[in-house]
């Protein structure tokens, strides 16, 4: 990854992008005030340097929920007996490599890991259990909470001051 500073420009169009990265070069452009191939310059250096990591449609889970089933979500936290490197790495690993994972944190104090997971039913979530924690000897404590309503949900990264 190259070495890279930002300007308010560059500011913008990360933001610009954060809320709709759909919109044409054009139209970013002139969302941002500069000329449209600039714009694309600008666009593909943040891309190269690793400041865009991908870009990804957003769906609705109310939406899809009458289509799909409901499926549960819930944040698990997790203890580990060992918390060597080489043990921290191996459970993150392994959990990162499982597609029920959305979100994973190591954090501190308290657990080692926080999980954001989704699974289609209850039935569903015990497989993931079995699989990720109880399969596991490292693993000391799993705590479940299961979501009932999803008031806010926001990826964006905050750039500047609104």
């Keep these: 990854m190259e070495s890279i500073s930002l300007d308010a420009i560059d500011l913008r169009l990360l933001d610009a992008l954060q809320r709709d990265a759909s919109q044409t070069n054009q139209q970013l452009a002139a969302d941002v005030h500069i000329s449209p191939p600039t714009c694309l ?18 769906l609705s889970p109310d939406r899809l929920a009458p289509l799909l089933g409901h499926g549960l979500q819930a944040v698990v936290e997790i203890a580990l007996d060992r918390q060597d490197v080489a043990a921290l790495d191996a459970f993150e690993a392994r959990v990162i490599a499982d597609d029920a994972v959305q979100q994973c944190y190591r954090v501190s104090p308290g657990p080692d890991f926080v999980l954001i997971v989704a699974a289609r039913d209850m039935p569903g979530y015990l497989a993931l259990a079995q699989r990720l924690f109880t399969a596991d000897a490292n693993v000391r404590n799993v705590k479940a909470f299961f979501s009932l309503k999803r008031s806010k949900f926001e990826p964006r990264v905050p750039l500047a001051p609104d």
């Design 41 to 58: 310059r600008r666009v593909q250096r943040l891309r190269t340097a690793g400041l865009i990591e991908r870009q990804v449609a957003l």
